[in-house]
């Protein structure tokens, strides 16, 4: 249990909840599975049969399982045929574990694992599974649900010991059921109320635990002092403000105000500006670091890859012109310095970077990670602005802002929309300011998914439409998910087939689970098939700084039509001219990486056009996710719809913080009133007793929730 599904304790256990319960005498529905994960399902067989093939020595047994409408086929291989032949018999009913995948355009579970549910004869099982309401487990292909069924069987006793988190004043007041019954309910509920009452209880435990961990958090913020940093009324910010080709948006001079005002306290601002892929935050946080030099600070702007650090320092330096040029002949007036500091640049150069960050000749300091070095130093530094928060872990944040005297100012930038409520529950010690609006003369993108497998000439159509926007003047982007230089490369044949617009069918050798496609394996079929007369070149992470910086700077310059590329383009690389991105086996991407990804094309005044590749069969998940990601612009829309996708419990973070996400049945999009009030009871208990401590069954709960570096964490997001 430990090694499979992270559990080390029974309270661990009675925390792991059922994912969903099935009744007794009802069938899962087939037609919903999702592809590729490990899934249980209650069936009944309809036919089985024992196929050889080879020389007649393999031998293959086919059983289709229903649920009276769809079906599913199991498939048993070789020595493993024996006993579910003699087992699975027509009309048997019984559970089966496995992972879905797909073989012939059809759905199938390979060698699951099962349990017969046969009321009759004295199996041991018929206890475990009298009641109505069957537990069905989150569990893995090593440890099947009735398993983890029968482990909790034997710990569920101990929940009598639960110590209680909630004060009983609120409990009561709520009208929520006692720990220990709420915990029982949930794993043996003898009716569907029982479920209900339990999953509210324990609901509230988690929105609850979670919020006192933020609000302690925010007292703990609102005790640091920070350097208030207002700008001269006729310094840098002002002559910047004075060239500006445009006026700002609304949206634009109303977030500006709110940093401003920040800034102006002599506590550290912690503020999240989230926008639309394009909405201009670049602008608005520039803004931001021209008023702390203006008052005399220094600012860091912190990007996640080398690519964005140069992207952002190009055009910087482009908006501010003679205004970047402090101490250099030709410099304007209230000039100061823009320097870049990156882990692969020269040591030559990198020494003066960080020379004029200690002496304060540089006021804005750009860079990657490489900024937060213990070697570098800064003279007085204001601000902190973190582009794309969640590629950061939230060490590399706090080393940053240890650098300033006293804690910089800090303002989070991300083009992830982040809905409210998850914005409560994650970044829940963040004021928060959205940009609506899209700057004028940008354009509307359109998306299409292109359903290689099913529609061959699709396919062939979309590489046509790439030839169509290059011959029109313009430029095109074609994504893949892998390299494609890694030792243990497939055959090429596949990229070949796909680029002439072929599908590659599944065989039966590859069981549909082909390896993504690869950008090298791509440019390389692309420019020999249906591109081969365009100028296609290739960007990837793994290439040297410098032959990135030169392929980027060809491509923005226009010399090259076509660029193959991997997510690296993902986030802030700007060319108005690119307005086609064709994204191969965009299935393998999450939604919000694919309205990122899009995010690219439309940047100019031409229309754009985002076209999704993908091999999956119509009814599968994923195909639902390409048309919702097709159907609407809107990033917050999608990221709802990313969330209900996703489980919840990744909504913290699984990916930074590799800790198990500590909710479990709280649904971020689902129970937004809950978190809210949540929230207000957190805030007043936080401030009635800072350290909880006539509440010790709390302090125990938060601890568990949060050992010391995941409250850390927490705060960072």
């Known amino acids: 249990m430990a090694e499979h599904l992270g559990l080390h304790t029974v309270g ?75 087992d699975l018999l027509p009309g048997t009913r019984a559970m089966f574990a496995g992972k879905v995948s797909v073989f012939n355009h059809k759905l199938q579970l390979a060698h699951p694992a099962y349990q017969l ?37 034997a710990v569920l006793p101990a929940a009598d010991e639960a110590v209680d988190p909630l004060p009983e004043t609120l409990r009561a007041g709520r009208g929520l059921l006692a720990l220990p ?3 029982r309910k949930i794993h043996r509920p003898a009716t569907k109320a029982d479920i209900e009452g339990a999953r509210a209880r324990l609901k509230w435990d988690e929105a609850f635990v979670l919020q006192v961990a933020l609000a302690r958090r925010r007292l703990a913020d609102s005790q640091l002092t920070a350097v208030p940093r207002k700008p001269a009324p006729d310094g840098l910010l002002a002559a910047f403000d004075a060239r500006l080709p445009f006026t700002l948006t609304d949206g634009q001079q109303r977030v500006c105000r709110d940093v401003f005002d920040d800034l102006a306290t002599d506590h550290p601002m912690h503020r999240l500006l989230q926008g639309e892929v394009g909405s201009g935050k670049t602008l608005v946080a520039l803004r931001a670091m021209l008023a702390v030099v203006d008052a005399g600070g220094q600012a860091a702007l912190l990007a996640p890859t080398e690519v964005l650090a140069q992207q952002h320092h190009r055009s910087i330096t482009e908006m501010m012109g003679d205004l970047a040029q402090g101490g250099m002949l030709g410099g304007a007036e209230h000039a100061t310095k823009v320097v870049l500091l990156t882990g692969s640049m020269g040591a030559a150069a990198r020494r003066q970077a960080m020379l004029d960050a200690a002496t304060a000749e540089a006021g804005l300091v750009i860079g990657t990670h490489a900024l937060i070095e213990d070697k570098v130093r800064f003279h007085d530094l204001g601000l902190v602005v973190v582009d794309e928060q969640h590629r950061f872990g939230v060490e590399q944040r706090d080393a940053l802002r240890g650098k300033g005297s006293r804690p910089p100012h800090l303002l989070v930038m991300t083009a992830t929309p982040i809905p409210r409520t998850v914005a409560m529950t994650v970044f829940g010690d963040l004021e928060t300011s959205v940009l609506d609006q899209l700057p004028a003369g940008r354009s509307p993108i359109a998306s299409h998914v292109v359903p290689a497998q099913d529609k061959p000439h699709f396919l062939e159509r979309a590489w046509e439409r790439v030839r169509e926007e290059v011959a029109g003047g313009h430029q095109a982007y074609v994504v893949c998910p892998r390299i494609g230089d890694e030792e243990d490369e497939p055959p ?36 020999s098939g249906p591109l081969s007369d365009l100028r296609v070149e290739v960007l990837h992470g793994r290439m040297p700084p410098d032959d990135k910086d030169a392929v980027m700077r060809r491509f923005a310059a226009g010399e090259t039509d076509v660029l193959v590329a991997t997510t690296v383009i993902e986030v802030g690389v700007n060319v108005p001219n690119a307005t086609a991105m064709v994204i191969m086996d965009a299935d393998r991407f999450g939604v919000s990486q694919l ?23 119509e009814a599968s998940a994923a195909r639902a996710r390409l048309g919702a990601v097709a159907a609407t612009l809107d990033g917050f829309e ?80």
């Open 595 to 617: 309205h990122q990804l899009r995010g690219r094309v439309g940047r100019g005044s031409a229309p754009g056009l985002c076209l999704l590749v993908t091999d999956m069969p």
């Open 117 to 153: 549910l046969r009321g009759d004869d004295a199996v041991e099982d018929v206890d475990s599974w009298a009641g109505a309401l069957i537990p069905i487990y989150p569990a893995t292909a090593k440890l099947e649900s009735w398993k983890v069924a029968k482990a909790v069987d």
């Open 492 to 527: 090429a044949g596949k990229a070949r087939a796909r680029a002439k617009g072929k599908s590659a069918a599944p065989t039966e050798d590859d069981d549909a689970k082909r390896p993504p496609l690869a950008v090298l394996d791509v440019a390389a079929a692309l420019s």
């Open 181 to 183: 019954e709420a915990l």
């Open 638 to 717: 999608l990221s709802r719809i990313d969330l209900e996708q996703r489980r919840e419990g990744d909504v913290l973070g699984q990916a930074q913080s590799g800790a198990r996400s500590s909710l479990r049945v709280l649904a971020v999009m689902d129970d937004e009133e809950i978190i809210a009030e949540a929230r207000d009871e957190a805030t007043a208990v936080v401030a009635a007793d800072p350290a909880l401590d006539a509440l010790p069954g709390l302090r125990t709960a938060l601890e568990a929730l949060l050992d010391e570096d995941r409250e850390q964490y927490l705060d960072k997001g």
């Open 12 to 86: 661990d256990l009675l925390h792991h909840y059922p994912r969903r319960y099935a009744e007794r005498g009802e069938l899962t529905r087939l037609a919903d599975l999702p592809l590729d994960e490990h899934v249980t399902v209650v069936a009944q067989v309809e036919t089985a049969r024992v196929l050889t093939f080879g020389s007649g020595s393999g031998r293959r047994l086919e059983v289709v399982i229903t649920d009276g409408s769809g079906r599913l086929q199991l498939v048993f291989f070789g020595r493993g045929v024996h006993k579910p032949h003699k």
